[in-house]
């Protein structure tokens, strides 16, 4: 996400990490917690830093110059396995010269690491079935250390009181004065808060409940509302909800953000002072439609998701969801823009045609009601062979519309259900396609490492596994875990890109409270956006012309490569929830 740089305080700031083909180097010097960071990658083999699944296919890949390698257990030093590298082959998206180490003939649980015929050792890692487990906590446990107007505590100083507690109304939302709105979740590595945003991602966790909630029901969070009658996954999600239907205003619509006026320096969410501003379009009717119908869309998937646990929020949701629905027939082409003095991002949008495919299915899902289906029907593209799916994004949530449609499993469902499917297998055959010819294993496209890399790489995932809903094709899974892995630290970096997981993790994210708090290590479980080859920040920038997948720098100031985001962090917890399920 771009983030205009005016941090006077940035000169005081840790340096940019540099880095070298296969190896990091710090010149910001004597930073604690750097140590492991300066051998990064040095070895030459790269792999999931958290470890694999007994009966997963296995892949490390190697740029040493070797041609054979073994797996030993750490219990007792004994060889597992030793087998010979595969052929080599050119990576464009790291421009290395890769070979592949195979170790799926390793099932046995236990902690491996992996050793060259020249000696050289990789990280160990772990074979568990439930390996992925502490990193699903981690990053669905990071949605609380995001929370805004509440006091968090993490555990270990990673703390603060209540923050933003002040709020009023902007010129540009139609109102003035004072006002008693707070809640939801940061956006990022900074306070703002976005309906645009905030609505793919929750309704991304939704899903992850709708489809695997069964095995996460007794997921335990640690949270202030762990024990009471609602899931702690659902709590957690709860908390974001109740910021939501607060931005909505009495006609239905909804503003699209509350934000100071500009970005605050690296300090503490308590030490923001002044108030955050609702803020809208700056003239009538002041909320816009794409905020409005993503409000309605995530509060129909609300009203199924708390029917069982909240059932008074459950109608309370359905009733914001058809208030929502109601102002778009009434309001369907407004759109938002910042005012002049508002600096913060903008998310503005000039097509909410998706928004409102998305509202209209889930409306249709929850309820039954045919005036949502038909509204549905209306706005497919004909003939229905033009479906497309595009892969999640904040601007583009018009899959989730589809899918909702092709999976709700009502009486009288239209055609475009077998369409639907059919275009979601496509891009999921393409995205296996794509892995299977990367040096990595991921399956970016190199047009894909651009802003939000590593989001699109966990929303290629959340597409193959929705596809796997459809037809279920190990080769699907496959693509999943070999995401993960990339993720995790198969990467030309050998960095795991969530912080605090894996041996060698990111330490520098752009994250207003990991800088401000003191503290060596940032904030756990934070999903870093990841390499950027057209970056917009200085630090980015300033790196020399390389591979895409090398465009990364792990530097606080390096917002466009290294700033994480909520909807970074949802498709992540999608994931990791769908492989908890399959334990």
């Known amino acids: 996400m771009d983030r205009r740089e005016f941090l006077k305080s940035a000169a005081s700031c840790l340096g940019a990490l540099g880095f070298a083909k296969g190896s990091w180097a710090t010149v910001s ?57 595969s052929a080599q082959r050119q990576d464009a998206a790291s421009g290395d ?85 707070h809640g939801g979740w940061h956006d990022a590595g900074d306070y703002s808060r976005f309906m645009i945003n905030t609505a793919i991602t929750t309704g991304t966790l939704l899903w992850a409940w709708e489809l695997y909630g069964a095995s996460l029901h007794d997921f335990a969070l640690q949270i202030p509302e762990s024990g009471g009658k609602v899931p702690d996954f659902l709590a957690e999600i709860q908390w974001n909800l109740q910021w939501m239907l607060a931005l909505q ?45 993503d409000l309605a869309a995530v509060m129909a998937i609300s009203a199924r998701c708390y029917s069982s646990y909240d059932p008074a929020f459950s109608q309370q949701c359905l009733k914001a969801a058809h208030a929502a629905w109601n102002w778009c027939q009434s309001n369907p082409n407004v759109f938002f823009k910042n005012p002049a003095d508002i600096h913060t991002a903008e998310f503005g949008d000039t097509d909410c045609h998706d928004e409102l495919l998305w509202a209209a299915a889930e409306l249709w ?91 699109i790489v966990a929303n290629h995932s959340l597409v193959l596994l929705i596809a796997n809903q459809f037809e279920p094709d190990s080769s699907h899974l496959n693509c999943v875990l070999n995401n993960l892995h990339y993720l995790l630290g198969r990467n030309c970096l050998g960095i795991s890109w969530v912080t605090q997981a894996g041996s060698r993790p990111v330490q520098h994210p752009h994250h207003r409270p990991s800088v401000a708090d003191k503290i060596v290590a940032p904030w756990p479980g934070l999903l870093s956006n990841g390499p950027n080859a057209n970056p917009s920040d200085p630090i980015t920038k300033a790196l020399p012309q390389q591979a895409p ?35």
């Open 29 to 85: 010097g004597g930073e604690a917690g750097t140590s492991k960071l300066a051998s990064a990658g040095a070895h030459g083999i790269y792999l999931n830093q958290i470890g694999f699944w007994p009966e997963s296919p296995k892949l490390a890949t190697i740029t040493a110059n070797a041609n054979s390698f073994l797996v030993r257990s750490l219990r007792d030093n004994s060889v597992a396995f030793r087998s010979r590298l």
């Open 97 to 181: 010269t890769v070979r592949f180490a195979d170790l799926s003939s390793v099932k046995t649980p236990g902690e491996y690491l992996l050793e060259l015929d020249t000696g050289v050792r990789g990280d160990s890692f772990a074979i568990r079935k439930d390996t992925y487990d502490k990193v699903l906590f981690l990053t669905m446990r990071s949605f609380y250390g995001q929370r805004c107007g509440c006091s968090v505590d993490l555990g270990g100083g990673y703390a603060h009181p209540k923050c933003h507690l002040d709020a009023a109304f902007h010129p540009s939302s139609g109102k003035t004065g004072l006002c008693d709105i």
């Open 249 to 293: 205003d009495t006609d239905g619509g909804a503003w699209q953000k509350q934000s100071r006026d500009d970005y605050c320096s690296f300090i503490m969410p308590q030490d923001e002072l002044g108030p955050n501003y609702i803020i809208g379009t700056g003239s009538a009717p002041y909320k816009s439609t794409c905020a409005t119908a």
């Open 365 to 455: 899902r929850t309820t039954g009601d045919a005036a949502f289906h038909q509204a549905f029907i209306k706005m497919l593209p004909q003939p229905l062979s033009e479906i497309r799916i595009d892969v999640p994004s904040p601007m583009q949530v018009g899959c989730f519309g589809y899918w909702s449609y092709a999976l709700a499993g009502r009486k009288g469902s239209h055609a475009a259900m077998a369409a639907i499917q059919q275009a979601t297998l496509k891009m999921a055959r393409e995205f296996v396609h794509q892995g299977s010819r990367n040096g990595y294993g991921n399956s970016l496209a190199l047009e894909d490492y651009a802003g939000g890399s590593n989001s």
């Open 549 to 583: 997948m090398r465009m990364y720098v792990d530097d606080e100031r390096a917002w466009s490569s290294n700033e994480p985001v909520i909807t970074c962090n949802a498709p992540l917890v999608f994931l990791l929830s769908a492989l908890h399920a399959t334990q």
